[in-house]
């Protein structure tokens, strides 16, 4: 079946370490994104992709890193420079201009 | 810089009964707005979306949304809740022309009585 997978699903990380989060599509999707979700907040734009070798900054990309190798893979660092990294990630794609933006099932990280 | 605000954060309705998310922007031009729903730990799945024309749009799962530029709104109703409705729900904003770079608003999450 056609979709986004990220993984992992669940993810623990002791301070100071960085950490990647997959993002794959294989719906052949031009764009990519990266959110943030923290609890009774929306999301929050992280970094985003319109095509390969290409990205840029979103609302809230200190700390974190990104690159766009394969049309079809985004991942996600988290490095240690975030201060507060704990959060539900969720990765996003986007045939092009105008079309729906279709979310993965997101990606549960913890530092402990 | 645009903005959207969802004024309810917890709507608790009874299974049956009709449901009306409320949902307002700023922004000086026309929108793109979206409604997005959320189960629990999950991604967002997307339940309509307004780009032009009609204002009032329909969605999956018996949905429907009207846009009313003079409120800057964008309110999300069912004229029925289902128990599995239950989840939370995003309004969305896209103020360029790809429609692509989204503004949430903080979500409202509904829950259901038998």
């Known amino acids: 079946d056609g979709g986004i997978t990220q993984s992992p699903k669940y993810l623990f990380r002791k301070e100071g370490q960085n950490v990647t989060l997959s993002c794959e599509q294989n719906?052949?999707?031009?764009?990519m994104y990266w959110y943030r979700q923290d609890p009774g907040q929306g999301l929050r734009l992280i970094y985003y992709?319109?095509?390969?070798?290409?990205?840029q900054k979103g609302d809230i990309a200190e700390g974190y890193s990104v690159s766009r190798e394969k049309k079809e893979s985004f991942p996600l660092t988290v490095t240690s420079a975030q201060k507060n990294p704990t959060a539900f990630y969720l990765c996003a794609s986007q045939t092009g201009a105008g079309n729906t933006i279709y979310f993965g099932e997101g990606s549960w990280l913890t530092v402990v | 810089a645009q903005s959207v605000t969802q004024p309810d954060i917890h709507i608790t309705v009874s299974e049956g009964a009709s449901l009306e998310l409320r949902c307002n922007y700023s922004y000086g031009a026309t929108p793109y707005l979206f409604w997005y729903v959320q189960s629990p730990g999950q991604g967002l799945q997307l339940l309509l979306k307004y780009f032009s024309g009609d204002t009032l749009v329909q969605g999956i799962k018996g949905f429907e949304a009207e846009f009313k530029r003079s409120q800057s709104s964008f309110n999300l109703r069912k004229p029925s809740v289902h128990w599995s409705d239950a989840a939370e729900y995003f309004c969305?904003?896209?103020?360029?022309?790809?429609?692509?770079?989204?503004?949430f608003g903080g979500g409202t999450r509904l829950m259901v009585k038998p």
């Open positions: 969305a904003v896209a103020t360029n022309n790809a429609g692509n770079m989204l503004t």
């Open positions: 719906l052949n999707h031009d764009a």
């Open positions: 992709s319109q095509i390969v070798n290409d990205f």
